[in-house]
């Protein structure tokens, strides 16, 4: 198993803004790595909502993450992050840290990835 943890989920205003962090426990750089963010809402299925794939560094987005939220990677820390603004109440769920370790799959899907984190909730209040 490849642990992913993650951190910085919480409870915000909306409008406000919060970044979540995934670590792993391999380096993300050098081979072919896709990091992804999944979220789930209470009563809905997992929603895709952000990715990133190396080497490169090429991202991937949601519509609804377009232009509020952005993935990054500090290959040193073996971490990715999702820093989210403008967050709204539809933002509210548990977001998941995805990890898939070769090439292939589709970005979007849950079923392209290997490894997921534990999750971290996300509370915007209206």
């Known amino acids: 198993q490849v642990p992913l943890v993650e951190s910085g989920g919480g409870l915000v205003q909306a409008g406000g803004s919060l970044r979540l962090s995934c670590a792993a426990s391999?380096?993300?750089?050098?081979?072919?790595?896709?990091m992804g963010w999944f979220r789930r809402a209470p009563g809905k299925e997992h929603e895709f909502v952000a990715a990133?794939?190396?080497?490169?560094?090429?991202?991937y987005y949601a519509d609804s993450a377009k232009g509020r939220f952005t993935i990054s990677g500090d290959n040193a820390k073996n971490t990715v992050y999702l820093q989210m603004n403008s967050l709204s109440s539809e933002d509210t769920a548990v977001y998941y840290c995805?990890?898939?370790?070769?090439?292939?799959?589709?970005?979007?899907?849950?079923?392209?990835?290997?490894?997921w984190g534990q999750g971290t909730q996300v509370t915007v209040s209206s």
């Open positions: 995805a990890l898939r370790q070769t090439g292939g799959g589709i970005v979007m899907s849950t079923l392209s990835y290997q490894y």
């Open positions: 391999v380096r993300i750089s050098g081979i072919y790595m896709l």
């Open positions: 990133i794939s190396w080497p490169g560094g090429t991202t």
